[in-house]
Each structure stands twice: as C-alpha cells, then as structure tokens.
C-alpha cells in the first residue's frame, strides 16, 4: 500500500468522448505526476502538478489536460479520446525534486471503444 | 524523452542470479531507478542510485552504474518466483520536475 489512491479502477469510453480520472496523492506529498502507459510499454510522462501550477509537460497533445487541488488531490482530463489513448494511467506522488520517494498508485485502465 | 534501453526478456532459474541491463540516455540525470511492476499492479520502487555513486546494495539487490557508458544494471540474488514480474529502468528529467522517463521494461521470468 503506497497511500496513492486512483479511481475508477476500469473504465469503458467510446472515441470522441471525455473522461477525467482521479488521484489522492500520499498525506505530504505536494506534487503529482501523471503517466501512460500502454500495453507493453513503459510509462509515458505525461504532466506534473506542484502547488495547483502545471510543473512539467511530456509529448502529448492539449486535449491532456489536469488539475491540481488545494488538498493535492489530482485530476487527468482527456478530450476527444481517441482508441490509442486505450492504456493503464498511472499517477505518482512525491515531494518536490525528491522522486526517490515517488510512491504510484494502482493506475486506471482506460479502454477507448 | 530519447529512449531508455532494455533487453525485453530475461529467463532464470529459481536460486541463480538475475541481471537486468538498462542504457539511459541523459549523462545530467541526478537519480536512476528500478521499479518492479507485477501483473495488473502499479509501479513498485524497488532501489535508486545517485549518479555519483557507482553501486548500491540493498539486501538481495545490486545496482552498478557505469557513467561512462550511461549504463545501469539490477543484479537480484537467489531469484525467487514471486521475483517474476516486469522491471523498469527510469532516469530522473531534471527540466521536468525530475519527473521520470522509463523503459520499455524487461520481463523476468523465474522457473522452479
């Protein structure tokens, strides 16, 4: 158990539609990091939340969006989904410059039909 | 990010010695991970290096760091069979928050 909870756990969304996924970060940790990662793959960094701002963007397009909460709580939006956005979305929760303690939640597995 | 390099499949038996290769490619990254991921599961840290070390041994684990070579490598002693899982090599992406930038992993299996 990391203390890094995600939610929903599956997820079933058809091409064109929106979803938004969820992660309460570990009790102290400020800053949240999202991943992709599609099967057979590595995880893909997508973005990282420090303090509510955006503190880091990996190659992926502006229909990922987030947000972070005053709690630290975070949420991924996706737009426009597309079947390659099918994949596991995992969120990791750290202190700043500190991901040697980098703890991940269970992920969300996000199937675009 | 440029990619991480890592051999995709490993096969060892139960007792014998399990090394994992990785090559990373940023010569300024500050901290060099595995992580262990199990079928259906998140990412599970397993040990990190700082890159002015050259190894660290944590209780059955071995982590060597070759600079020169941006070469990094996962020495597990006395493999067991909860060991089989897939094992990801990251490097920390110093203008991104240090966020990570991961293999593709290699799959360990670990036969009786």
């Known amino acids: 158990e990391t203390g890094v909870t995600q939610s929903p756990t599956h997820l079933i969304k058809t091409r064109g539609q929106q979803v938004t996924l969820r992660c309460s970060s570990q009790?102290?940790?400020?800053?949240v990091s999202w991943y992709q990662q599609a099967l057979g793959q590595g995880p893909q960094f997508i973005f990282q939340?420090?303090?509510?701002?955006?503190?880091g963007r990996g190659n992926f397009p502006p229909r990922f969006s987030g947000l972070q909460f005053p709690n630290y709580s975070s949420e991924l939006n996706v737009n426009a989904l597309e079947l390659d956005d099918s994949a596991l979305y995992l969120c990791a929760s750290s202190l700043p410059q500190r991901n040697t303690e980098a703890f991940f939640g269970q992920g969300t597995r996000l199937t675009v039909v | 990010g440029e990619d991480v390099e890592q051999s995709l499949f490993l096969s060892v038996r139960e007792g014998d010695s399990s090394v994992i290769n990785c090559t990373y490619t940023d010569s300024s990254s500050t901290y060099l991970y595995w992580y262990k991921q199990e079928p259906g599961a998140g990412l599970q840290l397993l040990t990190y290096?700082?890159?002015?070390?050259d190894m660290k041994q944590d209780q059955r684990l071995t982590v060597l760091l070759n600079k020169k070579d941006k070469h990094l490598s996962l020495r597990i002693a006395d493999t067991q069979t909860g060991d089989s899982a897939i094992y990801f090599c990251a490097e920390s992406i110093r203008n991104s928050g240090y966020a990570l930038n991961f293999g593709k992993g290699t799959s360990l299996l670990v036969t009786p």
């Open positions: 009790s102290g940790h400020n800053t």
């Open positions: 290096i700082f890159s002015n070390m």
């Open positions: 939340y420090y303090r509510e701002e955006e503190n």
